[in-house]
């Protein structure tokens, strides 16, 4: 995941090392002009009382010359403006979302522009300082513990999924079982999607694989009354975690978004975590702010993350909604369920592979 982000980040860091070595380049130039003039025409030396020729559009020279001697460099906005122009393009077109891309470009902008650096200190590793700073900004809102979440929660916690059909909810919900299991915490599932052919016998597959406790209704059935049930199991059962599943739905489907809105009043959920594909890329980003404007989420799993190169939906969506993402989906077995950490994507994507 993220091979084509991480590419873009790359030509980004090459722009702007190679826009500050023209730019250095034909200071240098300029200087060298100026001094053999100066000798040709016997000119005086400047004076020194502080005037530096600045103006508006950049640092004077008198104030280049200074952080020269001391051993520092600045960063200019010429140096950065075409550079950050094609890293905007570069990640709209990784299925980025524009207000996204251009809140990264802005804090690179905000971080580097008018800042010194030590001369021995490359212009790469500045600029990289910048990008992950700016990343972990956007992609680390709303961030939380989720396993400590669990651990302090009264019990059972009761963990409602929703999203469109065939992005990979039931199996999340399986995927979550085994994670929780393997961490100690004991789990039913819930079949809410009463209305789907072959939903029931798909969340029972999954159920009879992990050994774990599935509640369900008959076809048609109401979906608060099967999410209720499992929450009245858990706690006769000492269960810790109920997974209640749901029917696909747009966010303009009346009918079922008011299922939801039922299983919010009845079973009052401890947290609603919203499920698509990575793949998807803005389309997931564009659903996930509707399910999060029409029927508030806590979090988001990303599935199929593994095909997905671009990662444009994992780094738009905790923006746009101002709620984590919790999980990314990197495989089809039950242990492909990775939590997702900021701190570790920011990491790779700026990681030199040997």
Sequence with gaps: MFDGLKEKLGRFKSDVEAEAETEAETEADADAAADADSVATGSAEPDATGTDDSDDDGPGLAKKAALAATGRTIITEEELEAPLEALELELLSG???????????????????????????????????????????????????????????????????????????????????????????????????????????????????????????????????????????????????????TAGRLHTSNDLMAQLEKIDRVVDPDMTLFVDEAVAGQDATNRAREFNDAAEIDGAILTKADADSQGGAAISIAHVTGKPILFLGTGQGYDDLDRFDPDEIVDRLLRDEA
Excluded: C
């Design 95 to 245: 299925d980025v979302e524009m207000g996204v891309a251009r809140e990264i470009t802005e804090r690179i902008r905000e971080q580097l522009v008018g800042d010194t650096r030590k001369q021995v200190e490359s212009g790469e590793q500045v600029i990289e300082r910048a990008i992950g700073d700016a990343l972990r900004e956007v992609i680390g809102v709303g961030q939380f513990d989720f396993e400590d979440r669990i651990a302090t929660a009264d019990k059972p916690v009761v963990i409602v999924f929703t999203g469109v059909n065939g992005v990979g909810k039931t199996t999340s919900i399986a995927k979550l079982s085994r994670w929780l299991e393997e961490r100690g915490y004991s789990s039913v599932m819930a079949n809410g999607d009463t209305y789907r052919a072959g939903a029931n016998e798909q969340i029972e597959e999954h159920a009879e694989a992990l050994g774990t406790k599935i509640i369900t209704h008959q076809q048609g059935g109401d979906p608060a009354a099967v999410i209720y049930d499992a929450v009245e199991y858990a706690e006769a059962n000492d269960i810790d975690v109920v997974l209640g599943d």
